[in-house]
């Protein structure tokens, strides 16, 4: 008798906790409350669980437990991740939407030599130019977004800083040599107002950052004039204004070679 009461009461514990758990107007609560908090009030989604560092981690954990159902623990979950992303934001000093420097980075010839070369080869030298990447943009106060091969995506809080890295990357690697290769870099760098998602960037000014870097010539450190005009002092010299001619580029964007003077 006493196992049966036990088993009932249970039950109805269980029944009502489902119930609190997908009660409409809590729900609808919980759902205006993330849209007031700082931070991305749709984390949750894979886009936004895409980084790799450890709110991302948790939060992909919290979604694989998910229920098929609207739930307001889980609700709960997601404002405290999106908090807490929001705060790992802020301490970097790159809040959502806040304008950044975007810098995007290439191996000119890289994938032809690592045909010849081999796999070996290529990752060694891959290993020596991410020690020297992550060294020179963090050097410069900057933070490596992600891999892109055999390039780089970095954001920088200021453009001057940016350029330093670049121009003391481009430094480095022309003291490097693998195989008769000599690693040498096309550089663009912009600066924008991208969205922060999941541990990356993403928008317009990302994409025109990357189209910048196209456009660069081997050895090459190509900046929008957005940041040519940010840039001062005799410490650095501008080549002459051109107008980027790209795909998905604005057409009256110009850029402009930056060089260390001589």
Known sequence: MTEERDRRTLETLRRAARQLDTHPQLLSAAGRLRAMLPGDDSYGDAMSLAGRE???L????LAAVQPDRDSLVNEIGRAALQLWEAAVASRRGTPEEQEVTLLFTDLVGFSTWALKAGDAAAIELLREVA??????IRAHGGRVVKQLGDGWMAVFAD???AVAAALQLHRRLSELQADGYHPRLRTGIHCGR???????YLGVDVNVTARISEAARPGEVLVSDVVADQLGGDSL???RARRLRAPGAPR???VRRVTAPT
């Open 54 to 56: 450890t709110h991302h």
């Open 58 to 61: 948790v939060g992909k954990g």
């Open 131 to 136: 020690d020297e990447s992550e060294a020179a």
């Open 159 to 161: 453009p001057a800083e």
């Open 194 to 200: 991208p969205k922060a998602l999941g541990g990356d």
């Open 237 to 239: 010299a501008l080549g």
């Open 252 to 254: 009256e964007l110009r």
